[in-house]
């Protein structure tokens, strides 16, 4: 089939989107970024009336846009022979094999099947997260302040989830959840490296991402954009069909800017630009860096994007979106059915997005990749969907 051909006499549909979207106070500003094989088509930024300027090359939270950069390690060392995806996770964290699972009447039942890495990359090992509303033990990561609080190291997180029971049998149900914490843990033992400097080493400096870190260095904090919206990390999720309003929130309890020691995650915590992120993307496109460095063999970069979910776990639901047509592949969604999709797209495309509104997505069949930026949790806009949806009307079969 011919790839989708940009239209060049097109008026920027992402400019309207975003237009509308800061024009009516939904967001402070939006930043992107549509290119086709590389190449930049659209680039640009919109500001509500009354914020101030954009630094240059703005800094933003990402939250869940980590989890991607972390599996994508795992793959690697996948790849190299140093972890399987069948592994049993208690292989190297040896409490994960004393789990129970909170059934849907409120019992403890015992383990059946163990956590593998593979359910950990594919959110299938029962675990949860606290901001779902429909889920029984998202009340228990509330109370233990699972998200909440940033000021606890990744070790002392994941001794904390193993007091506590899964929501769900490994397998049983695909479900959002704190596994990439989890997978994060069982990287550092394989590797005998901290997260961070795993990062850097296999991610960031092969990429150049020079404005990527679980921190912000104090001489480059004049970057990073404020924060706003509804609620804050760890708090439940609420449906709600109102307009966003502007609400100004501190979220360095529970995303610190400056460095230390403590804070780092597997699910979210990284701050990057959109510069460095689309490097990134360059990477989930071609399994090699902007320089020509492969990172992945072609065998284990078609691994990485095959869909690992059974029909039968969906359609994905995520709180109260329904993720129709989508699947999920070792890094984030893929679609398998457009005609069941909300949001215009094809078979293939993927990615993911993060809680304060950031977002992106790959299209390998047609050479098409975007990015969308912002801060505001809670979001009623789904704002990357929105600007995915905008930008294929700029193209023509």
């Known amino acids: 089939m011919k790839p989708l051909q940009f239209n060049q006499d097109a008026i920027s549909r992402l400019q309207q989107q975003a237009n509308e979207l800061v024009g009516a106070n939904q967001f402070n500003s939006i930043e992107w970024q549509l290119?086709?094989?590389?190449?930049?088509?659209?680039?640009?930024?919109?500001?509500?009336?009354?914020?101030?300027?954009?630094?240059?090359?703005?800094?933003?939270?990402?939250?869940?846009?980590?989890?991607?950069?972390?599996?994508?390690?795992?793959?690697?060392?996948?790849?190299?022979?140093?972890?399987?995806?069948?592994?049993?996770?208690?292989?190297?964290?040896?409490?994960?094999?004393?789990?129970?699972?909170?059934?849907?009447?409120?019992?403890?039942?015992?383990?059946?099947?163990?956590?593998?890495i593979a359910h950990l990359l594919t959110h299938t090992a029962g675990f949860s997260y606290d901001f779902l509303p429909e889920c029984s033990l998202a009340e228990k990561y509330r109370e233990a302040e699972i998200s909440s609080k940033g000021d606890?190291?990744?070790?002392?997180?994941?001794?904390?989830?193993?007091?506590?029971?899964?929501?769900?049998?490994?397998?049983?149900?695909?479900?959002?959840?704190?596994?990439?914490?989890?997978?994060?843990?069982?990287?550092?033992n394989v590797t005998g490296q901290a997260l961070p400097d795993l990062l850097q080493q296999r991610i960031f400096t092969p990429l150049d991402m020079q404005d990527t870190a679980f921190f912000v260095p104090e001489d480059q904090q004049h970057r990073l954009l404020p924060m706003f919206g509804s609620r804050e990390l760890g708090q439940v999720m609420v449906e709600s069909d109102?307009?966003?309003?502007?609400?100004?929130?501190?979220?360095?309890?529970s995303y610190p800017v400056a460095q230390s020691g403590n804070f780092y995650r597997g699910g979210h915590g990284l701050y990057s630009t959109l510069d460095d992120y689309l490097k990134f993307?360059?990477?989930?496109?071609?399994?090699?860096?902007?320089?020509?460095?492969?990172?992945?063999?072609?065998?284990?970069?078609?691994?990485?994007?095959?869909?690992?979910?059974?029909?039968?776990?969906?359609?994905?639901?995520?709180?109260?979106?329904?993720?129709?047509?989508y699947g999920w592949n070792l890094m984030g969604r893929v679609m398998l059915d457009p005609t069941q999709s909300a949001v215009k797209s094809v078979t293939g495309e993927g990615g993911w997005a993060g809680a304060a509104s950031t977002y992106f997505w790959i299209?390998?069949?047609?050479?098409?990749?975007?990015?969308?930026?912002?801060?505001?949790?809670?979001?009623?806009?789904?704002?990357?969907?929105?600007?995915?949806?905008?930008?294929?009307?700029m193209f023509k079969s």
């Not at 769900?168 to 704190?178: A, F, I, L, N, T």
């Not at 109102?242 to 309890?253: F, G, H, K, M």
């Not at 860096?289 to 970069?301: C, D, E, G, R, V």
């Not at 975007?370 to 930008?391: D, F, K, N």
């Open 35 to 116: 290119a086709q094989n590389g190449k930049p088509l659209d680039t640009g930024a919109a500001l509500a009336s009354h914020a101030a300027p954009l630094p240059e090359s703005p800094i933003y939270r990402i939250y869940s846009m980590t989890k991607p950069i972390v599996s994508f390690v795992a793959v690697q060392l996948i790849e190299e022979g140093s972890l399987a995806l069948e592994d049993h996770v208690s292989r190297f964290i040896p409490a994960m094999a004393r789990l129970q699972v909170l059934n849907k009447v409120g019992e403890l039942t015992p383990l059946q099947t163990p956590i593998t």
């Open 152 to 188: 606890r190291s990744l070790a002392e997180v994941i001794g904390m989830l193993t007091a506590l029971p899964l929501a769900s049998q490994p397998g049983e149900q695909w479900r959002y959840s704190v596994a990439t914490d989890v997978l994060a843990h069982v990287l550092e």
């Open 242 to 253: 109102e307009p966003n309003t502007l609400n100004s929130i501190d979220v360095n309890a």
């Open 281 to 325: 993307m360059h990477v989930l496109q071609t399994a090699q860096s902007p320089a020509k460095q492969s990172l992945l063999t072609k065998a284990a970069f078609e691994l990485l994007w095959r869909n690992r979910i059974k029909p039968d776990l969906q359609p994905l639901i995520l709180g109260y979106n329904v993720m129709g047509g």
């Open 363 to 393: 299209d390998r069949s047609n050479g098409i990749s975007g990015i969308a930026m912002a801060q505001y949790i809670g979001s009623t806009p789904h704002l990357g969907a929105l600007m995915q949806h905008a930008a294929y009307g």
